[in-house]
């Protein structure tokens, strides 16, 4: 679509820059600029969202039919960028942005099909109002503007914080998020096939931790969508 006179004002008045090499956007560029965009690691799962090794981390743990994410996380580089501007830096639009990208290159692949509410993996209020908003959110709701399939943001409540995850292992990721959510409107999900949304997937513990919980709904199945995993 051809840019608009009023969007290349605004544009012209208020330049842009790329969250990755801080180069001014173009007027059709969100973000990233064309170049960072291209060089996205994507991982492509999205293409086997049944059997691909982010999935087999849930394999005979919980009913999940599809798992994908749209870039692979590792520190430095623009993905680390996207996740840090989202998750430390006030930047609530990379989420939404994002998480319609992440929506709008899967929705090909029939990857939302048959998806029901979209559920984005609360955070504990202490951290969520000091943060100002749950980055979880901004990308359930960056989805949802690209599939309009609705949010639910008030199924679950999540303990208040303790310790990050970041420095655990793979027991430690998972003793520390297990027992932490708690269904409080099992009727917003019950019998519905949920996607469980998030920014990161490094072990799979919080994801399945959550899942834990949403399948005592009853009758729930479930996919999993990062913006980023970690391949190990």
């Known amino acids: 679509m051809k840019p ?5 004002i605004i544009d012209f008045l208020f330049p842009r820059s790329c969250v990755a090499c801080g180069k001014r956007l173009s007027v059709g560029e969100d973000l990233l600029c064309g170049p960072c965009n291209f060089h ?13 090794f982010m999935a087999q981390l849930f394999w005979k743990l919980l009913p999940v039919e599809r798992c994908a994410a749209l870039f692979y996380y590792k ?23 994002m998480g319609k990208t992440a929506a709008t290159e899967f929705v090909p692949y029939g990857f939302f099909d048959g998806v029901d509410v979209i559920v984005p993996v609360p955070i504990a209020r202490n951290r969520e109002r ?5 980055q979880s959110v901004m990308i ?4 949802s503007a690209a599939t309009g399939i609705p949010v639910c943001e008030d199924a679950f409540v999540r303990d208040e914080f303790v310790s990050s995850q970041t420095s655990l292992n793979l027991v430690g ?9 708690h269904l409080i409107k099992p009727d917003a999900i019950a019998g519905k096939h949920v996607l469980i949304v998030d920014d990161v997937c490094t072990t799979g513990a919080t ?7 949403a399948v005592k ?16």
Do not use: C
Request: charged fraction near 25%; aromatic fraction near 8%; charge should be positive.
């Open 4 to 8: 608009s006179l009023l969007g290349r």
């Open 40 to 52: 996205l690691a994507r991982t492509n799962l999205v293409k086997d969202p049944y059997s691909n």
């Open 75 to 97: 520190d430095g580089g623009l993905q680390n960028n996207i996740v840090h501007g989202l998750k430390y830096h006030s930047r609530p639009d990379y989420g939404v942005k």
């Open 130 to 134: 000091k943060r100002g908003y749950n």
């Open 140 to 143: 359930a709701r960056g989805v």
């Open 173 to 181: 990721r998972w003793n520390n998020v297990k027992g932490t959510f």
């Open 207 to 213: 994801l399945r931790a959550l899942g834990e919980e």
């Open 217 to 232: 709904a009853g009758g729930v199945r479930i996919s999993f969508m990062t913006l980023a995993v970690v391949k190990h």
